[in-house]
């Protein structure tokens, strides 16, 4: 039996601000808008389709967490957009360690950054299991 996340929906305040807010970090295109969702494809073939929360009712999207496995000159350069822009980062997922990056005990480093609608966005080289992308 083979199982892979296919898709998730990740409620904004406006799609397109929220999506080419990713793309732009991980040096990624957004995909064509597909009916009401506003694709970010990944490389795993799994996609974040962004949609706008009022289309659901919602005048604020409830903050998730979205992790990213990235290969190191991927992470590197993504950082370097993160502090260009001014976006705050951290080291902890509650926000601790502000301006600082993670390094986790298989040798990855990692970081946190919040999106424009809350999310609390993570990039990682290495994931807990040591897997790399």
């Known amino acids: 039996m083979t199982i892979q996340l296919n898709h998730t929906i990740v409620y904004?305040?406006?799609k397109q601000i929220s999506a080419q807010f990713l793309a732009d970090i991980l040096g990624i295109s957004v995909s064509p808008p597909v009916a009401r969702f506003l694709p970010v494809a990944l490389d795993n073939g799994?996609?974040?389709?962004?949609?706008?929360?009022?289309?659901?009712?919602?005048?604020?999207?409830?903050?998730?967490?979205?992790?990213?496995?990235?290969?190191?000159d991927t992470f590197d350069a993504a950082l370097a957009r993160i502090v260009e822009m001014g976006i705050a980062y951290h080291a902890e997922p509650n926000g601790d360690l502000p301006g600082e990056i993670y390094h986790n005990r298989r040798g990855g480093r990692g970081v946190y950054f919040p999106d424009p609608d809350g999310h609390n966005m993570e990039l990682l080289t290495r994931d807990l299991s040591g897997r790399q992308a």
């Open 46 to 72: 799994a996609t974040l389709d962004y949609m706008n929360a009022a289309d659901m009712g919602l005048t604020d999207p409830t903050p998730q967490h979205y992790a990213f496995l990235v290969a190191e």
């Open 12 to 14: 904004a305040r406006d």
